[in-house]
């Protein structure tokens, strides 16, 4: 799907879910990363995240556009847009669109390589295990004040 086709899209469920036509953009944005899409108060553009129609299809993208009309609509009639007021949500229930969309699965997660350190101290023993690197000439023992040796890491 591409932005001409979003286009057409949006425009059709105007027309058939708030009998009003779209008079203004949609289009796919995709830097978005939480959201599934947005209405820009100034410019009455909508734009929809990319990555919610590769991952769940046409008919989440649907019920985003739906739900991002409601804003349109409402906010150009001088409504309730916003998603606590009540003009929204009973606009969200009349054309059955969805108040909040589904949760991105999550890409793998880079693993991180967590190396541990192991310090001892020469006078008491006592061991120490840090995740970071330290600097010995700075640091000492919290016992004894005593000086400390790497031994793992």
Do not use: W
Request: a positive charge; aromatic letters at 12%; hydrophobic letters at 30%.
């Amino acid at each position: 799907m591409n932005d001409e086709q979003l286009q057409k899209l949006t425009e059709q469920l105007s027309l058939q879910y708030f009998h009003k036509p779209f008079l203004h953009k949609a289009f796919f944005n995709r830097r978005l990363r939480t959201i599934g899409g947005r209405y820009m108060l100034v410019s009455h553009n909508i734009e929809i995240n990319y990555r919610y129609f590769e991952q769940y299809g046409m008919d989440e993208i649907i019920g985003i556009v739906k739900h991002e009309l409601c804003h349109y609509h409402l906010h150009l009639e001088k409504r309730g847009y916003k998603h606590r007021d009540r003009d929204f949500k009973l606009l969200l229930k009349e054309v059955g669109a969805p108040r909040f969309c589904t949760p991105l699965k999550k890409a793998e997660a880079k693993k991180k390589r967590v190396s541990e350190y192991l310090y001892e101290c020469k006078s008491c023993q006592t061991r120490y295990i840090r995740k970071r690197n330290i600097n010995l000439n700075k640091y000492v023992c919290g016992v004894c004040r005593g000086t400390l040796q790497k031994i793992k890491g």
